[in-house]
């Protein structure tokens, strides 16, 4: 049997999980069963991540559905990852954590992010300009409480305290030089926008490193195996241009960063050479792209098995230098 990394670590192979239109009851169950099939053909364990007011392809709270997708995965981890930190305070966020900690022990990770979709942060009564000071107040106030090590009342909470002798596995978004340098300074690891040119990318992992981090480097990338999905692409590209920056898309890879391979061990070396390239230490898969069927999503799923293997196999001889 093949071990399986733990939440978030590095060197984790994972699929982010998203999804599709319809009803709750049935997006429930096809998300469910996703992730069985997610840990079936390999992954480590899955993601899910954060927006609300039906905001196509995600979930209002990812905390929650790591809980359903855990109680119905054999094996394997969740993440909520990244959560949006600024959405209320830090200690509900962490009680929430640390108790879906304690209910799937050594199986749930967490990541944070500041948010950029304003319509998320009207919902919870909480001014956009806000968001980037909120965040940078509370990332280490969260990380701490995660650990154990948190102060006051919240220190009370008999799941935050658990955390002391299993600390939950911890990672921050990051775009920017001073994201990652902030990263690095909190022991956490990073993930990566799905879109960052391949230059930028090389350049966060160098600032990580120099700044002492030592935590997962987590890519992310798009995978099509037996070809791409026609113009479904280019629709969650324009998806994510309703509520990205200016700066942010001319940090963008034009490529759309999306792998296009024959077979699983074509994708695998393809993702080993970006992660390379990068300086990435870890990796996040996507298949999902708005307006695609779940039929199809289950069909390219059913393909991952010898890509995970593959891809398990060059993560097993990671260099120093990644």
């Known amino acids: 049997m093949v071990d399986i990394a ?9 699929l982010r ?18 992730a069985r099939r997610a840990v079936e053909v390999g992954y480590d364990g899955v993601l899910v991540s954060e927006h609300h007011a039906g905001f196509p392809g995600y979930f209002p709270s990812p905390q929650q559905m790591a809980g359903f997708l855990l109680a119905a995965m054999p094996s394997g981890w969740a993440a909520p990852c990244p959560l949006l930190l600024p959405m209320k305070p830090y200690a509900l966020i962490a009680e929430e954590v640390a ?29 956009f300009e806000e968001i980037s000071p909120r965040f940078k107040q509370a990332l280490p ?9 948190a102060d006051g009342p919240l220190a009370d ?29 909190l022991g956490l690891g990073i993930l990566y926008d799905s879109l960052q040119a391949t230059e930028h990318v090389r350049a966060l992992s160098d600032a990580y490193d ?39 898309m001319a940090r963008w890879d034009q490529g759309a960063n999306t792998v296009l391979a024959a077979n699983g061990t074509e994708a695998a070396q393809q993702l080993w050479a970006a992660m390379e390239a990068t300086g990435s230490n870890t990796i996040n898969i996507r298949i999902h ?3 695609l069927s779940p039929a199809y999503i289950r069909d390219q799923l059913d393909l991952h098995g010898e890509l995970v293997e593959t891809l398990r196999a060059m993560l097993s001889g990671l260099t120093p230098s990644l």
Not at 6 to 14: D, H
Not at 141 to 149: D, P, Q
Request: hydrophobic share 45%; net charge negative.
């Open 17 to 34: 999980l998203y999804p599709h239109d319809g009803p709750a009851a049935e997006q429930l169950n096809e998300v469910r069963d996703l």
């Open 289 to 291: 792209v708005v307006g």
């Open 141 to 149: 106030l969260v990380v701490a409480a995660l650990r154990g090590e």
């Open 99 to 127: 108790w879906l900690a304690a209910a799937f022990p050594g199986r749930v990770g967490a990541g944070f992010a500041s948010g950029a979709l304003p319509v998320d942060f009207e919902l919870a009564e909480v001014p």
């Open 157 to 185: 909470d008999r799941a935050i305290a658990a955390c002391a002798d299993h600390p939950v596995p911890m990672v921050a978004a990051a775009q920017s030089l001073a994201a990652v340098r902030r990263a690095a300074g």
């Open 210 to 248: 120099e700044a002492g981090g030592t935590g997962p480097k987590i890519l992310i990338r798009r995978v099509w195996i037996g070809g791409p999905p026609g113009e479904a692409v280019d629709n969650q590209l324009d998806l994510y241009r309703t509520y990205t920056t200016e700066g942010t």
């Open 6 to 14: 733990p939440p978030l670590a590095k060197g984790s192979v994972s």
